[in-house]
């Protein structure tokens, strides 16, 4: 998942992916016959293990289907780039794990 996040997200604050369309290319990758239920789930165990080098993972639940989220652990880049896009109150109610304050 790492691999790919940095293939996407690169230099960009935030990268968004349908989880099926992940689901399907890690399964691809990794030959995994896992549900989305299941995908979803162990999405939402590395969300709260919080151990991706460089980036954050949420998962926005707001509308069908779902997305994860990769975000830059760079607090200044991130706060930056939530204010372009005008994009507190929807990061605001990702699943989400961490914090806007500090820089890590």
């Given at each position: 998942m790492y691999e790919l996040a940095r293939k996407h997200t690169g230099d960009?604050?935030?990268?968004?992916?349908?989880?099926?369309?992940?689901?399907?290319?890690?399964?691809q990758k990794s030959g995994s016959v896992q549900t989305l239920r299941h995908f979803r789930s162990d999405v939402r165990d590395i969300i709260k293990r919080d151990a991706l080098p460089d980036y954050r993972v949420a998962l926005d639940t707001s509308g069908k289907p779902h997305r994860?989220?990769?975000?830059?652990?760079?607090?200044?880049?991130?706060?930056?780039?939530?204010?372009?896009?005008?994009?507190?109150?929807?990061?605001?109610?990702?699943?989400w794990q961490?914090?806007?304050?500090?820089d890590d």
């Amino acid at each position: 998942m790492y691999e790919l996040a940095r293939k996407h997200t690169g230099d960009k604050a935030i990268w968004k992916c349908d989880i099926e369309i992940l689901r399907q290319n890690l399964r691809q990758k990794s030959g995994s016959v896992q549900t989305l239920r299941h995908f979803r789930s162990d999405v939402r165990d590395i969300i709260k293990r919080d151990a991706l080098p460089d980036y954050r993972v949420a998962l926005d639940t707001s509308g069908k289907p779902h997305r994860i989220v990769f975000y830059t652990r760079d607090s200044k880049t991130l706060m930056k780039e939530l204010q372009h896009i005008d994009g507190f109150i929807w990061f605001e109610q990702l699943e989400w794990q961490g914090t806007l304050q500090a820089d890590d």
